[in-house]
């Protein structure tokens, strides 16, 4: 079972360190930029687990309204450094504190591993709660299931877990909330121990 206090506490505390050593993998930003350049250019967008504005929020034209949550305090402090004219809303995936139809696409880009298991289709479904008809997701996931904890992740002294629902689970959790899959990617995980890679699920909100 994941422990959200856990997580919470985690990404507070590893804040800075997380910074430095999360650099996106270039499949990784073509993928992003490839969702957001189907996107309106007015469309509003959540960034779900934003973490500190990287690579999200940043890579936002002026032109689009954006809105960041996340769950971690600190997390939250180095996004509004890195975009202070952003809205950043402190909160929990399986409820958003946001009206239903609000958005036009939601990314959540590694955060949803964070979520015990049992709770993934719950975010899915706030997912589809926010969006508008016809809006668009964008999620990554891991390959298999897979729940673990490392006690020194980052060699920081800091404990993370996760908790991975895999292809089959998070392709039937995306049909049950209502979503047509569009496209699905692999990149590779940067900040594995072990060589891996992440699925990046593309969907539209068809009911």
């Not at 809105?67 to 929990?92: F, K």
């Not at 979520?115 to 999620?139: K, S």
């Amino acid at each position: 079972m994941v422990d959200k206090d856990a997580v919470r506490s985690g990404y507070d505390d590893l804040a800075e360190i997380y910074a430095g050593n999360r650099n996106p993998d270039a499949d990784e930003l073509t993928i992003l930029d490839r969702f957001l350049g189907s996107l309106s250019p007015s469309a509003r967008i959540l960034d779900a687990g934003c973490g500190q504005g990287e690579p999200i929020l940043r890579t936002l034209t002026t032109d689009r309204e954006a809105v960041g949550l996340d769950l971690s305090r600190r997390q939250l402090q180095l996004a509004r450094e890195a975009v202070p004219d952003t809205p950043i809303l402190q909160g929990d995936m399986t409820r958003f504190p946001v009206e239903a139809g609000t958005f036009d696409a939601v990314v959540a880009f590694h955060s949803l591993i964070h979520i015990p298991l049992e709770q993934h289709q719950q975010v899915v479904d706030e997912c589809a709660r926010v969006l508008r008809p016809g809006g668009r997701i964008l999620l990554t996931e891991g390959t298999g299931e897979w729940c673990g904890t490392n006690p020194d992740w980052l060699d920081s002294g800091v404990e993370m877990q996760w908790h991975i629902a895999g292809q089959e689970a998070t392709r039937e959790q995306l049909r049950e909330a209502g979503f047509r899959i569009v496209d699905e990617s692999t990149a590779k995980d940067e900040l594995a121990a072990e060589e891996s890679n992440w699925l990046f699920f593309e969907a539209e909100l068809t009911e």
